[in-house]
């Protein structure tokens, strides 16, 4: 499930993971929010927060995943993700070179640290 987190500045969209991320959530929160404040500006920031009881994805949700940044490809300024689950640390970490924006990979006792990044 996603969740939108709220109290962040114009311009910064952020979502928490909790449970089972499916496409349905992507194509509910994730892709409305970017959409939103893509409406208001060329780019945005992201925050993508896997709390601790993520548990993982579903086929479609990786499929949406891909498609919001390809359709978005130049749309991203920034772009911090927070997790403990190490293979979608060491992920991201393999694929930010291919992306057009900054990527940084926090844990989640650094999500401050990751907020204070993404605004900067």
């Known amino acids: 499930m996603l ?4 109290g962040l500045p114009d311009g ?6 909790t449970g089972q991320v499916t496409a349905e959530d992507y194509e509910g929160v994730l ?3 970017v959409e939103r404040a893509l409406e208001h500006r060329a780019k ?3 925050l993508y927060q896997f709390g601790r009881e993520a548990t993982g994805f579903t086929a479609g ?4 995943d ?12 920034k772009c911090a993700v927070v997790t403990d689950v190490k293979w979608i640390g060491d992920s991201v970490r393999l694929f930010r070179v291919l992306l057009p ?8 006792d650094e999500l401050a640290e990751a907020k204070t990044w993404l605004i900067a």
């Open 66 to 77: 891909a498609k919001i940044g390809l359709q978005h490809w130049r749309g991203f300024e």
């Open 31 to 33: 892709v409305p929010a």
């Open 61 to 64: 949700a990786f499929w949406d």
């Open 101 to 108: 924006c900054p990527v940084k990979v926090f844990r989640n």
């Open 3 to 6: 969740k939108t987190i709220a």
């Open 12 to 17: 910064v969209v952020g979502v928490e993971a």
């Open 44 to 46: 945005v920031r992201l």
